[in-house]
T-cell receptor, first 112, second 113 residues
Framework: EAQVTQNPRYLITVTGKKLTVTCSQN?????MSWYRQDPGLGLRQIYY???????DKGDVPEGYKVSRKEKRNFPLILESPSPNQTSLYFC???????????FGPGTRLTVL | QKEVEQNSGPLSVPEGAIASLNCTYS??????FFWYRQYSGKSPELIMF????GDKEDGRFTAQLNKASQYVSLLIRDSQPSDSATYLC?????????????FGSGTRLSIRP
């Protein structure tokens, strides 16, 4: 089954404790992206990647890091999480010539 | 700041009527435009995309794009209760097929029986 998977789905952590949210897709998509969704603010793009080793900042990259060492994986790293990073996070992927993005199920992160 | 604006709603429409959702964007260089539907607690899913001025129809859905006025709209004909969801407008601000995507904050649509 073609899908985007994220882990963990739910995470409660404390300020300053490094964490990684994994994202994997099995559709051989070149393009992958991370978003956060907050009430009243919609989806905001954090980082995107056009292909392996090619990443670029979205609208809200501060406090986040990403890497794209393999085509299928695009982990999101929070080196020192803060409470304002409490949010619902979505990973998405698409083939660059087809603009439909396929979204993962979401990761709900709470930083205390 | 490049922006995509939507009325947050809620927009209440009787079953069987036409629901009209609107979106404006600020960047004249935007190339492609999307409508996603998101049910509560679920991931967004693509309904339609449109690249050229005019109308694009797919079943009960019609997307309309007017680049001169910088707006894109979505019409849902014969609205069903299952259409009740939040509708997200998204704009590709880049010149390649997939780059920086800006989403609006979404319009909540409620179809009343």
């Amino acid at each position: 089954e073609a899908q985007v998977t994220q882990n963990p789905r739910y995470l409660i952590t404390v300020t300053g404790k490094k964490l990684t949210v994994t994202c994997s897709q099995n559709m051989n998509h070149e393009y992958m992206s991370w978003y956060r969704q907050d009430p009243g603010l919609g989806l905001r793009q954090i980082y995107y990647s056009m292909n392996v080793e090619v990443t670029d900042k979205g609208d809200v990259p501060e406090g986040y890091k990403v890497s794209r060492k393999e085509k299928r994986n695009f982990p999101l790293i929070l080196e020192s999480p803060s409470p304002n990073q409490t949010s619902l996070y979505f990973c998405a992927s698409s083939h660059p010539r087809v603009d439909e993005q396929f979204f993962g199920p979401g990761t709900r992160l709470t930083v205390l | 700041q490049k922006e995509v604006e939507q009325n947050s709603g809620p927009l209440s429409v009787p079953e069987g009527a036409i629901a009209s959702l609107n979106c404006t964007y600020s960047d004249r260089g935007s190339q492609s435009f999307f409508w996603y539907r998101q049910y509560s607690g679920k991931s967004p899913e693509l309904i339609m995309f449109i690249y050229s001025n005019g109308d694009k129809e797919d079943g009960r859905f019609t997307a309309q794009l007017n680049k001169a006025s910088q707006y894109v709209s979505l019409l849902i004909r014969d609205s069903q209760p299952s259409d009740s969801a939040t509708y997200l407008c998204a704009v590709n601000m880049g010149y390649s097929s997939a780059s920086k995507i800006i989403f609006g904050s979404g319009t909540r649509l409620s179809i009343r029986p």
